[in-house]
């Protein structure tokens, strides 16, 4: 029961931590670097701001993504007793949208790469270096999206496991199912619709209140020790 309550509560950690390098990685650079429809200012604010850039978005994705690979294992620890089978598929997904984005960060060194002034660059004008970055930057928001893609599996079937095991408020179940819910739509829209380029804020907000209110709950309360044990005793 100690190993199982330190798990739910290093699971919380990690939640939280790949929720405040998130919020950095994936908001406040680019709000800071980017600059909408303009590639030149774009550009120039990530030549400028290099070590802001690498620290601030590859530095932080690196740090989000060893978080993942921990947390998906947790998770599968924590929910395995209520269904085996389903906390495997959970947790493969959430691996498969890690390695989707571990690949994706590829597109971050094309960028420094091209705004590195290498020698080997000097075919290029300002204008198509200017044009790639763009390109890759956009790139690396579709890969975002594939990888969020399949964690919607992970969401839905984590609410489900949640729901379902009775150490854990059905309220964050239900909380998950909506968000899951919400990521399907949200993802297959940003990658099918070409009107479609921001979350809505309906489905922005029951996603940030279930990754936030969970991690909350495994570290202050973890699980609820006789429902474990029952579960436990069931799969024993």
Do not use: C
């Not at 029961?1 to 739910?8: F, L, T, V």
């Not at 970055?133 to 609410?159: P, R």
């Not at 179940?173 to 921001?198: E, M």
Request: glycine share 8%; net charge positive; aromatic share 12%.
């Amino acid at each position: 029961m100690k190993s199982i309550q330190r798990n739910a509560r290093l699971a919380g950690v990690l939640y939280l931590v790949i929720t405040v390098f998130a919020v950095v990685a994936h908001m406040y650079i680019p709000s800071t670097l980017i600059v909408p429809g303009d590639a030149a200012a774009t550009v120039e604010n990530i030549t400028q701001s290099e070590m802001l850039f690498r620290v601030g978005s590859v530095g932080s994705e690196l740090i989000i993504l060893l978080s993942e690979l921990v947390l998906a294992i947790l998770l599968y620890v924590l929910l395995k007793p209520v269904n085996k089978t389903l906390s495997l598929i959970a947790a493969v997904s959430r691996l498969i949208m890690t390695t989707i984005h571990g690949f994706n960060l590829i597109n971050y060194f094309f960028i420094l790469t091209l705004v590195s002034g290498a020698g080997f660059l000097s075919g290029f004008g300002a204008g198509q270096i200017n044009s790639l970055v763009m390109l890759f930057l956009e790139a690396h928001s579709y890969g975002f999206t594939i990888g969020i893609a399949f964690l919607t599996i992970h969401v839905l079937l984590l609410g489900y496991l949640i729901i379902k095991s009775g150490y854990f408020p059905k309220i964050l179940g239900i909380l998950f199912l909506i968000a899951g819910l919400g990521y399907v739509i949200d993802s297959f829209s940003l990658l099918l619709l070409p009107g479609y380029t921001t979350t809505p804020i309906y489905i922005a907000i029951p996603i940030a209140i279930s990754e936030i209110a969970f991690p909350l709950w495994l570290l202050i309360k973890g699980v609820n020790k006789e429902k474990w044990q029952e579960w436990n005793k069931q799969t024993a």
